[in-house]
């Protein structure tokens, strides 16, 4: 059994910073790409960044100079340091991990955290 799990979200002002981190528990052999998603009311759960087991990084153009993603490969997790956010960043956030185990290559998703960007 393989978990993901997301903390870190809440309610915060415009222009304002938050952190979520994502930790992968159980049995497996390698966390290889991490990811971030995000869904808003109506709208299509979309790519948000990413990180690979090297530390190579790649992020949605909307976010991209205000969010770093990042991973501790000691904890198998990995964070979203989130800055000068924007009421439209307001979104339920997911976190997936591609991660190797017994049975073969997997994704797996978190439960996902709420983000509220008041204006």
């Known amino acids: 059994q393989v978990h993901v799990v997301e903390s870190g979200g809440g309610l915060v002002q415009a222009g304002g910073s938050l952190r979520l981190s994502c930790a992968a528990s159980?049995?497996?052999?390698?966390?290889?790409?991490m990811g971030w998603y995000r869904q808003a009311p109506g709208k299509q759960r979309e790519f948000v960044a990413r990180i690979n087991s090297l530390g190579n990084t790649m992020y949605a153009g909307s976010v991209e100079g205000r969010f770093t993603i990042s991973r501790d490969n000691a904890k198998n997790t990995e964070y979203l340091q989130m800055n000068s956010l924007k009421p439209e960043d307001t979104a339920v956030y997911y976190c997936?991990?591609?991660?190797?185990?017994?049975?073969?290559?997997?994704?797996?998703w978190g439960q996902g955290t709420q983000v509220t960007v008041s204006s």
């Open positions: 159980g049995s497996y052999f390698t966390i290889n790409v």
């Open positions: 997936n991990a591609e991660i190797d185990t017994r049975g073969g290559r997997y994704v797996y």
